[in-house]
């Protein structure tokens, strides 16, 4: 079975400062592993994916992740936090030929503060 | 249309009521998913539609749900007998195939927020 952690429920930070949104997973086979956004009332959105290629990922909006298999962790970070960047975040863990396809964390609240 | 849609947006029903939830996926998309969300909590599977078959309903909680995807493009979700313990929002998701393409990636619509008074 797969799962994933998101060690912290609530994150907020200064315009300008680093994001750090830290996820662990577990899983028996090698996982996909993937961040969402959730802004208020608005649908999921993809930010970035690792599926076994790269282990630093690339994602929209100057996000990035980097697997680290001995960590089993796949945490989030951006350089630079803008008030956009406010709202809820889902690390997400696939295993491949699974039907239940994605089993979600249970989300990190980023806060950005002026 | 471009993404996956959701209808209604917001559902308010009296206990006991049959409710249903309406999901038309991109197109194109054969794979569909119901997730329901509740407050402070990450999205939970119920079920998942390859086609027009239910390929995986374990997460549906409770013989109370159902779900149908005849023409294999939209969905229903239906709940009959509501209580107030359904109360959540209910997310559709589509992607290309089983193993969504070669990402995994889900297209999630923007839900159907149910309340149960």
């Known amino acids: 079975a797969q799962s994933v952690t998101q060690l912290d429920s609530h994150v907020s930070v200064s315009e300008g400062t680093p994001v750090l949104l830290r996820c662990n997973y577990s899983?028996?086979?090698?996982?996909?592993l993937f961040w969402y956004v959730q802004h208020p009332n608005k649908g999921l959105q993809l930010l970035l994916k690792?599926?076994?290629?790269?282990?630093l990922v690339k994602g929209i909006n100057g996000f990035e992740a980097e697997f680290k298999k001995s960590e089993t962790s796949f945490h989030l970070t951006k350089p630079s936090a803008h008030m956009s960047d406010a709202a809820e975040y889902f690390c997400v863990v696939r295993v491949w030929g699974s039907a239940r396809q994605l089993t979600f964390g249970s989300g990190t609240q980023l806060t950005v503060l002026p | 249309g471009a993404g996956v849609s959701q209808t209604p947006s917001n559902k308010v029903t009296e206990k006991g009521k049959y409710v249903e939830l309406r999901c038309d996926p991109i197109?194109?998309?054969?794979?569909l998913y119901w997730y329901r969300q509740s407050l402070g909590q990450g999205p939970e599977f119920l079920i998942y539609f390859q086609g027009t078959g239910a390929a995986d309903d374990s997460g549906l909680p409770n013989d109370r749900f159902f779900a149908v995807r005849p023409e294999g493009s939209v969905s229903t979700l239906k709940i009959q007998r509501t209580e107030r313990g359904d109360s959540a929002v209910y997310l559709c998701?589509?992607?290309?195939?089983?193993?969504?393409?070669?990402?995994?990636?889900?297209?999630f619509g923007e839900g159907s927020r149910l309340t149960v008074l």
């Open positions: 998701a589509s992607s290309l195939g089983s193993s969504g393409g070669n990402t995994g990636e889900l297209f």
């Open positions: 197109s194109g998309h054969t794979a």
């Open positions: 690792y599926t076994s290629a790269a282990t």
């Open positions: 899983s028996s086979y090698s996982p996909s």
